[in-house]
């Protein structure tokens, strides 16, 4: 049975990782293979997420990761 068009997008990370299995990731292929808007929707994710992985990690305020894993250390020890 071939995948709708909402079921392509609810598996698209799955698929982007490689954890669907053969069956779903040929049930998956075959719809981008039918569905030029499914086809241009993963482009875009895929183009959105090289881009994304290209910017450098964010400035932390000074002290920021320090408070941070002072208050992590607290919850642990809450826990």
């Known amino acids: 049975m071939m995948l709708s068009c909402r079921e392509v997008t609810e598996l698209v990370t799955d698929y982007a ?19 030029r808007h499914c086809r241009t929707y993963v482009r875009q ?20 990761e320090e408070e941070l894993v002072r208050r992590f250390e607290g919850w642990k020890r809450k826990g």
Not at 17 to 35: A, P
């Open 17 to 35: 990782e490689g954890r669907l299995s053969l069956g779903d990731r040929f049930r998956f292929q075959l719809h981008l293979g039918l569905c």
């Open 45 to 64: 994710l895929k183009a959105t997420a090289s881009a994304l992985g290209r910017l450098p990690p964010p400035e932390l305020p000074p002290g920021l």
